[in-house]
């Protein structure tokens, strides 16, 4: 994306494939000029994707394979591969070691390091990660297997510790923080830990909500003014320090 002076506002990680009509989903986030990265969750569902972003301003599909359904769709890696060349951007990936999930712990491994690994050979790939109880190993893969140089990471919904993310920052990564990030205490001292140059926002709709409904892309502008209350800041400076960090990661 070229022109981003209009930009209504950055949802870096969002799921407009799972809300009821896709095609609608696509089309509101553009109108509002929210910077949208829609993920995918299996490779399987990337061409409508692709299909639906090809020629929009605001909106831009990445290709994933989520650790919650690794056990299920381990097989998919080979077609994640097959699409990697067209696209810049990857995601849902990372791990889940959450009790559901924990099963699959080691196939969430060997895909995910497969996922950095082939990102690393491209070069220039822009990663959203997902990383529940398993910040340590997440930064433990990502330091293994894709250096800074060779692409972006930037961890979505971050729960780690304070330290987890100063150890994140120094290997280069970003944080995509949402409105339900800001709502606890312990989510609001970690924010303010956070470098202020490394910090986007995003809502995880349909997976979040604001006022009993789906989040979409046009509620972060709730997120950055929580955001903004949580540094002490303006929405105004808020949202324009989450543009030039946005512009600093696609540069």
């Known amino acids: 994306?070229?022109?981003?002076?209009?930009?209504?506002?950055?949802?870096?990680?969002?799921?407009?494939?799972?809300y009821p009509d896709h095609e609608a989903?696509?089309?509101?986030?553009?109108?509002?000029?929210?910077y949208t990265l829609t993920v995918t969750t299996t490779p399987r569902a990337w061409p409508r994707n692709h299909e639906l972003t090809r020629h929009t301003q605001y909106v831009r599909a990445a290709l994933g394979l989520h650790p919650q359904l690794v056990a299920e769709r381990a097989a998919e890696l080979p077609l994640w591969e097959r699409h990697l060349a067209e696209t810049r951007y990857i995601g849902?990936?990372?791990?889940?070691?959450g009790p559901r999930f924990y099963k699959?712990?080691?196939t969430q491994r060997h895909v995910f390091q497969r996922v950095l690994e082939r990102c690393a050979e491209a070069g220039g790939k822009i990663l959203t990660v997902h990383s529940v109880r398993s910040v340590?190993?997440?930064?433990?893969?990502?330091?293994?297997?894709?250096?800074?140089?060779r692409g972006r990471v930037v961890l979505h919904w971050f729960t780690g510790s304070k330290s987890?993310?100063?150890r994140a920052a120094a290997l280069g990564c970003y944080f995509s923080i949402n409105a339900e990030m800001t709502r606890t205490d312990r989510g609001r001292d970690l924010i303010r830990t956070l470098p202020r140059d490394r910090i986007l926002t995003e809502t995880d709709g349909p997976f979040t909500q604001v006022g009993g409904r789906p989040s979409e892309p046009s509620d972060v502008a709730s997120t950055i003014t929580a955001l903004g209350a949580t540094l002490d800041l303006s929405a105004d400076v808020a949202a324009k320090f989450i543009l030039s960090n946005l512009r600093t990661l696609l540069a």
């Open 1 to 18: 994306m070229s022109e981003m002076s209009p930009i209504g506002g950055v949802d870096f990680h969002c799921h407009l494939d799972l």
């Open 25 to 34: 989903a696509v089309a509101r986030a553009e109108a509002a000029r929210i």
């Open 92 to 97: 849902e990936v990372g791990l889940d070691a």
């Open 104 to 106: 699959s712990l080691e």
């Open 136 to 149: 340590p190993a997440v930064l433990d893969m990502i330091e293994a297997h894709l250096p800074c140089e």
């Open 164 to 166: 987890d993310a100063r």
